[in-house]
């Protein structure tokens, strides 16, 4: 039976190639406007012409200069100056040293101050059970659990000096009274050289040392399980191998360390072509060594950039009446250790490359900004200088008075400011020593109030709640009313003291200030700056053969889509296929896609400075080499191995660096305009709560370090 619809069928043969036409007429139409769109949106760029590289000079003189004699001289003198740690001599006398090769070369010379905060131990020492130092011993701190440096207390930490193994730690019930020692070349399974594991066990504190001396251990396993990016004050040290005859004695372990604030002094050398250039090759190497035990810093990996950059400075002084088209600028800067600050800090100077205005209109806002201080302070420190101020004589007591009333309102306004700063200054230290007086007490029997450590507490106390109650004196009020808290604390020599150190430092940024400017001038007149430089390690004969040569732009450059990468590729493919390489030495292509990355990872992730410099836009790149891992994993070692004087396995990588700079003086490489770049930018001071009779914190913390965590934290370069 047929079964009939009981509505009318619309969608027969004809409808249905009716609809099919409409809708393919529809998409693509709808297909062709998006490609118009997004051309118009997004237009495709001309195929990059690759330029063969200029060719016509004598490259003799580069040659010689990058031989492997010539580099391993300039490597062997500047490890003769010693550890080289930002602020260490061994830094200032390399610092002297290059300094003297570029007035030798004729550069021009500009010099840019920078203030770094570096780690510093103040004391370190082994006693024994007598004690007196164990005399065949050295102990030296890692490097600072992230702001933390290793402090112990002022008479040490007492314990026994265990040496730990898989037996010893399965077998004793309690290590609170001990100190482990763990032997670099056996350590036990599982805890390896993590301090935070022995901590949970209850160890005192942590020394790791090597049968064979510190040489002959292992820092690429154990340096950086020693570090931690917390802030926690656990004691972590290596020793001589002296110390394996001292175990299962009582030994005291004396440790501080602090944070210093340094110098570094950035070099900058201007090397002109006989014609002016338009753009400009900077090429960059850092001065100062890393190490994982700061007190030993002799940075001979790190030292190779150094000797490769002074034999390129004097393998290419040849070249200047040759035609060069581009300027040659040679920096030197330390840093390194710290995060490349001193590098991030003379790139800022020139501001973003797609907009050079910015640096100027930021270096005059602080310019500005700075006279305003200056020009507040310098009264009022004359007033602090002037003779009877703050005195509290009965002859000199309108003087005061008298010498506030001749101050303009913004000078007696920062006088006013840094009395109190003062006075709440010594209330802090006084807070300090009413702190250890009162845990002193609390370790005693803290219900008896006769013991001598209750007496010391309150004495303490009285000074502390009569420092608080003078903070928030006036001026004249404090010398008419306190006289004897004044002449006690010697408030008028501390307000001196304070103004003082207020005109050095106002007297240091005028002259960084001024060579900010002269940089920014020099500098800032080429349409384009191109930064180069080079992390080429030496290999382990044992381990690598030949050579591999790639090229970086730094950590994370360009991860999503190129645009000097393939100009850089050209560059150096042009260079190193015009060269007659041995046919163990490879140069790497770029990649499809994450050319950094893939660098990173076989260069150990180490932070190059260049990434200071193309962050804001600069098309810079290194030259390193990508089949040696473990070579960058010890940039930070504290001891020098015999691989690390190994030049002849690079002999072909200098060779091709120098070529490079050649090119790139000559005028090769085409780079692109750059991109839009944005820079997070920090200043300004931290306040401490609960000091002096503010509710809210006004108490500027001089000195304070400000940064923030990652996973690098614990590694030298990533400070």
Not at 81 to 106: C, H, M, N, P, V
Not at 512 to 538: C, H, K, M, T, V
Not at 589 to 596: E, I, K
């Amino acid at each position: 039976e047929d079964i009939l619809h009981p509505y009318p069928m619309t969608n027969g043969p004809k409808n249905n190639v009716l609809r099919v036409a409409i809708g393919s007429v529809v998409f693509f139409v709808a297909a062709a406007l998006s490609i118009v769109v997004f051309l118009n949106a997004f237009p495709p760029r001309e195929r990059r012409e690759r330029i063969p590289p200029f060719d016509g000079y004598d490259k003799q003189f580069m040659t010689r200069a990058m031989s492997v004699p010539t580099v391993s001289n300039e490597l062997a003198t500047i490890l003769s100056f010693g550890s080289r740690l930002q602020g260490q001599d061994g830094f200032r006398k390399t610092q002297a040293y290059i300094r003297g090769k570029f007035e030798a070369a004729g550069l021009t010379i500009l010099e840019y101050p920078v203030k770094l905060a570096m780690p510093r131990t103040l004391y370190r020492e082994i006693l024994g059970a007598d004690g007196k130092p164990l005399s065949d011993v050295e102990i030296y701190p890692f490097m600072p659990n992230h702001f933390q440096p290793a402090v112990t207390p002022e008479a040490g930490l007492t314990g026994n000096l265990l040496l730990v193994s898989n037996d010893v730690l399965l077998s004793r019930p309690s290590f609170n009274n001990d100190i482990a020692l763990i032997d670099a070349g056996n350590p036990p399974d599982n805890f390896d050289f993590s301090w935070n594991k022995y901590a949970q066990l209850g160890f005192k504190a942590v020394v790791v040392a090597d049968t064979n001396g510190l040489e002959g251990c292992n820092w690429e396993n154990a340096g950086l399980s020693v570090c931690s990016r917390i802030p926690v004050n656990f004691v972590r040290l290596a020793a001589t191998r002296g110390v394996f005859r001292h175990t299962n004695e009582t030994v005291t372990l004396r440790v501080r360390g602090q944070w210093e604030e340094v110098e570094d002094t950035v070099l900058v050398g201007i090397l002109a072509s006989d014609k002016p250039a338009r753009e400009a090759v900077v090429i960059t190497a850092c001065s100062d060594a890393c190490s994982i035990l700061p007190d030993l810093a002799p940075g001979a990996l790190g030292a190779v950039t150094v000797a490769a950059q002074m034999a390129l400075l004097e393998g290419i002084a040849h070249y200047r009446a040759a035609g060069l088209k581009r300027d040659l600028v040679f920096v030197s800067y330390g840093g390194q250790m710290m995060g490349s600050l001193s590098a991030d800090r003379l790139s800022a100077i020139l501001g973003p490359a797609i907009n050079k205005d910015e640096a100027i209109v930021a270096l005059r806002a602080e310019k500005a900004a700075h006279d305003a201080a200056a020009a507040a302070v310098r009264p009022a420190a004359a007033c602090v200088q002037a003779p009877g101020f703050l005195s509290t004589s009965i002859v000199n007591e309108k003087v005061t008075g008298t010498l506030l009333g001749a101050l303009s309102p913004a000078a007696r306004a920062v006088l006013d400011e840094e009395i109190r700063y003062v006075l709440n200054t010594l209330v802090f230290e006084i807070s300090e020593e009413q702190l250890q007086a009162k845990l002193a007490f609390m370790r005693t029997d803290e219900h008896n109030l006769n013991t001598p450590e209750f007496v010391a507490y309150r004495r303490v106390k009285l000074r502390y709640d009569d420092a608080m109650a003078a903070a928030g004196y006036p001026v004249l009020k404090l010398i008419e009313e306190k006289k004897e808290f004044v002449e006690k604390h010697s408030i008028r020599r501390r307000v001196g003291d304070r103004f003082r150190e207020l005109l050095d430092h106002h007297a240091w940024k005028e002259r960084q200030l001024a060579q900010a400017f002269a940089i920014n001038e020099a500098l800032g007149r080429y349409d384009r700056i191109i930064p180069f430089g080079s992390y080429l390690l030496p290999a382990d004969p044992e381990k690598t053969k030949g050579e591999v040569i790639g090229f970086y732009m730094g950590n994370e450059i360009e991860p999503y889509g190129y645009l000097q990468y393939p100009a850089i590729q050209d560059l150096v493919q042009s260079v190193v296929q015009s060269m007659s390489l041995p046919a163990e030495v490879k140069c790497e292509a770029l990649r499809p896609r994450n050319h950094s990355t893939g660098v990173s990872g076989l260069t150990a992730g180490f932070p190059v400075d260049m990434t200071m410099w193309t962050l804001k836009g600069h098309p810079g790149f290194v030259l390193v080499n990508t089949d040696r891992s473990y070579a960058y994993n010890q940039i930070a070692s504290p001891t020098e191995k015999p691989f690390m004087r190994n030049l002849d396995s690079l002999a072909s990588s200098l060779q091709v660096l120098g070529r490079c700079s050649l090119s790139l003086a000559f005028g090769d490489g085409k780079f692109e305009s750059p991109a839009k770049t944005q820079a997070g930018h920090y200043s300004g001071r931290v306040f401490v709560a609960n000091v002096g009779k503010s509710i809210v914190p006004n108490y500027p913390l001089q000195r304070a370090l400000f940064g923030h965590k990652s996973r690098y934290d614990d590694r030298p370069g990533f400070f």
